[in-house]
């Protein structure tokens, strides 16, 4: 679709009325979320571009007048979509992913992860810097544990060596590739939560491991259980 649309052109020539043009003809015949999605992919590329230096002008994506989608309802994956997105993800971002998943971290408390604070031989994760600034410990899963051991060495600073820019590219790019709609990375945490809350009905330790200051917040996974 984006192709179709703006391929063929230099980076330099594509306008944001032409992201709009394509952005509204998404829209209506899909959905804002859609829509959204590849705009998404398009402001990263240009993010991306300028990030190396390959790019020196503006990203015209930034001047897109997007629509407002409903997060009211919510979201998660299932088992089958969340197959999907991991087959579909490329190298660099399927660890973030499978430690979203089987976390259910904020993506700020991801990429800031330090390997100090991960304790693979007693399975613990320590988040030390949270939203409501209350540390917490995330039991490691089996395949999280697996994951992370085969990612690259040296074990030192940050565990995963990915830039917000990076992220969104590659995220954009799988759910393209998967198919799936209506998700976004922090659709990632509501599915661990989701899941956790369908499988244990720990609604307590739900709200431990998420890290959320009420139990109202919590809550809101309850009628799962």
């Keep these: 679709i984006v192709l179709e649309a703006i391929g063929g052109q230099r980076a330099a020539d594509i306008t944001a009325g032409a992201l709009q043009a394509l952005y509204n003809g998404i829209k209506d015949k899909t959905s804002d979320a859609n829509a959204i999605r590849y705009i998404t992919l398009v402001k990263s590329i240009y993010s991306r571009s300028i990030e190396w230096g390959e790019f020196y002008g503006e990203n015209p994506a930034l001047k897109v007048r997007l629509g407002q989608v409903d997060n009211h309802r919510l979201r998660f994956l299932s088992i089958e979509?969340?197959?999907r997105l991991l087959t579909a993800a490329s190298e660099n971002i399927f660890p973030?992913?499978?430690?979203?998943?089987?976390?259910g971290m904020r993506k700020g408390e991801i990429l800031g992860l330090q390997?100090?604070?991960?304790d693979l031989e007693h399975r613990v994760i320590y988040v030390l810097n949270t939203k409501s600034g209350k540390p917490r410990e995330i039991p490691v899963t089996d395949k999280l544990r697996e994951t992370l051991l085969a990612l690259p060495g040296p074990h030192t600073g940050n565990v995963f060596?990915?830039?917000?820019?990076?992220l969104r590219f590659h995220f954009a790019r799988a759910l393209l590739r998967s198919g799936i709609t209506d998700c976004t990375i922090h659709t990632m945490r509501h599915t661990f939560a989701s899941h956790f809350a369908m499988g244990t009905s720990n609604i307590p330790a739900l709200q431990a491991i998420m890290g959320h200051a009420t139990m109202k917040m919590t809550m809101r996974y309850a009628h799962l259980a």
């Design 96 to 103: 973030f992913l499978v430690c979203a998943l089987m976390t």
């Design 161 to 166: 060596k990915l830039t917000e820019p990076t």
């Design 81 to 83: 979509e969340i197959q």
């Design 115 to 118: 390997w100090a604070d991960v």
